[in-house]
């Protein structure tokens, strides 16, 4: 019956999780590092990063630049290249 309702308590929070909207992801740079910031709230740096992994919009949260709309295949910059160059030329190949 624990079992049962820990499932239950478990689901429960994902769902509200989803409802809520939480959307979006930190980038990392190249040594798989989170991109850190110091001016909180919207700024320019973040927004440059952002567009790096494929997104419009992005901010400093919790001194770590925070990419609206970012989902899991572009999180290192190179996923995003790697996924920005197929998107963009059929033809390419990654290595």
């Known amino acids: 019956m624990k079992f049962v309702l820990f499932g239950m308590i478990v689901t ?8 809520r909207g939480d959307s ?4 990392t ?6 991109y850190s ?3 909180l ?3 320019k740096y973040c927004r440059d990063i952002c567009k790096l992994h494929g ?5 400093c ?13 572009d999180v290192t910059i190179f996923d995003a290249v ?7 030329n059929p033809n390419f190949k990654a290595n």
């Open 12 to 19: 429960l929070f994902t769902l509200i999780g989803s409802i």
């Open 37 to 39: 910031c110091t001016i």
């Open 24 to 27: 979006g992801n930190y980038p």
């Open 29 to 34: 740079n190249y040594y798989g590092h989170k």
């Open 82 to 88: 790697e996924n920005y160059c197929k998107k963009n």
């Open 41 to 43: 709230g919207e700024n």
């Open 61 to 73: 949260y919790n001194s770590r630049c925070w990419c609206e709309n970012l989902p899991d295949k």
């Open 55 to 59: 997104v419009y919009y992005g901010y």
